[in-house]
Nanobody, 129 residues
Framework: QVQLVESGGGLVQAGGSLRLSCAVS????????MGWFRQAPGKERKSVAT????????YYADSMKGRFTISRDNAKNTVYLQMNSLKPEDSAVYYC??????????????????????WGQGTQVTVSS
């Protein structure tokens, strides 16, 4: 497993931007995919975006496409989630997670939370209207 520590959450007005960071440490994580998930009060946790550490290919949930960007900095061992044009419905606790589990075809189960074996503590994002 790897250790994950999120930061960057806070209060922002609708239309504003935030950048979340996830510092990664531990074993070699070149074979990992890193995901961001979010959970609003009273709702289930859902996938936001995922990036393969090696190669950098990305996945986004439909509602995030065009507004959110996931990236990683190999030198800093950090994964980022740049969030623009924020809406009140984006308010949630955002979690960083890591997975090594792949299907037989080599693809990560990017939206399946059960396949992620390392999680951060979460960071609160609140978007005011």
């Amino acid at each position: 497993q790897v250790q994950l520590v999120e930061s960057g959450g806070g209060l922002v007005q609708a239309g504003g931007s935030l950048r979340l960071s996830c510092a990664v440490s531990g074993r070699s994580f070149s074979d990992y995919a890193m995901g961001w998930f979010r959970q609003a009060p009273g709702k289930e946790r859902k996938s936001v975006a995922t990036i393969r550490w090696s190669g950098g290919s990305t996945y986004y949930a439909d509602s995030m496409k065009g507004r959110f960007t996931i990236s990683r900095d190999n030198a800093k061992n950090t994964v980022y989630l740049q969030m623009n044009s924020l809406k009140p419905e984006d308010s949630a606790v955002y979690y960083c997670a890591a997975t090594r589990i792949r299907s037989g075809s080599g693809n990560y189960y990017v939206t399946d939370q059960l396949k992620y074996d390392s999680w951060g503590q979460g960071t609160q994002v609140t978007v005011s209207s």
